[in-house]
């Protein structure tokens, strides 16, 4: 069946635009979650969904950020007035259910702010 | 101390040799253990999952866990130079859903 899904696979944004990215979760996961990695670092949590519940968003940097996933499937990551610092390739993963089960990674959004 | 940590390499290994990544976590009841496989550009892959002690094989890939030590590892048997790749360790943290990643290995296979 089809993987998780990304869009736009590359942004390119000035200082200061607001920027929206997508994910399609694989269809019947329960659980989302955001990642943000940097040039030669391991993905770093942003935020996790289970359905259309946001129950952890510890991990975004500032309020700049701001995800919502309304109807349980789709979701999308807005980050606000993009700042250089926020260049980074954005990774959308989901999951069927519990903890120990498989997280299915997308294929990421790479975000350059220029 | 960070809560995943993995040696950032380079590794080298030759080909058709044994490729060892280690892996140390802080949380003494984390309950499950991931390897995944990244290359360049790309988005990480799950090669192994491990949640007992002991060790658990597929294929030429075998986790090694050791919950007491707090440690596990992924080896790799006879290398090949498509193995190349970052490899990330990921654990869940604090009875947390998100995954903590180490900052991830990379092993270039040399033929």
């Known amino acids: 069946g089809a993987g998780v899904s990304q869009s736009p696979r590359y942004k390119v944004a000035k200082r200061g635009q607001d920027v929206a990215l997508r994910c399609d979760p694989i269809?019947?996961?329960?659980?989302l979650f955001w990642y943000q990695q940097a040039l030669g670092q391991g993905p770093e949590f942003l935020t996790y969904?289970?359905?259309?519940?946001?129950?952890?968003k510890s991990g975004l940097p500032s309020d700049r950020f701001f995800a919502e996933r309304p109807e349980g499937s789709v979701s999308t990551l807005k980050i606000q007035r993009t700042q250089q610092e926020d260049s980074a390739v954005y990774l959308c993963?989901?999951?069927?259910?519990?903890?120990?089960?498989?997280?299915?990674f997308g294929p990421g959004t790479r975000l350059l702010v220029l | 101390q960070k809560e995943v940590e993995q040696n950032s390499g380079p590794l080298s290994v030759p080909e058709g040799a044994i490729a060892s990544l280690n892996c140390t976590y802080s949380?003494?009841?984390?309950?499950?253990f991931f390897w995944y496989r990244q290359y360049s550009g790309k988005s990480p892959e799950l090669i192994m999952s491990?949640?007992?002690?002991g060790d658990k094989e597929d294929g030429r890939f075998t986790a090694q866990l050791n919950k007491a030590s707090q440690y596990v590892s992924l080896l790799i048997r006879d290398s090949q130079p498509s193995d190349s790749a970052t490899y990330l360790c990921?654990?869940?943290?604090?009875?947390?859903?998100?995954?903590?990643f180490g900052q991830g290995t990379r092993l270039t296979i040399n033929p």
């Open positions: 990921a654990v869940p943290i604090q009875g947390a859903q998100k995954l903590v």
């Open positions: 491990i949640y007992s002690n």
């Open positions: 269809s019947g996961h329960v659980s």
């Open positions: 993963a989901s999951r069927y259910g519990l903890a120990k089960e498989t997280q299915y």
């Open positions: 969904f289970q359905n259309e519940a946001q129950l952890d």
């Open positions: 949380d003494r009841v984390s309950q499950s």
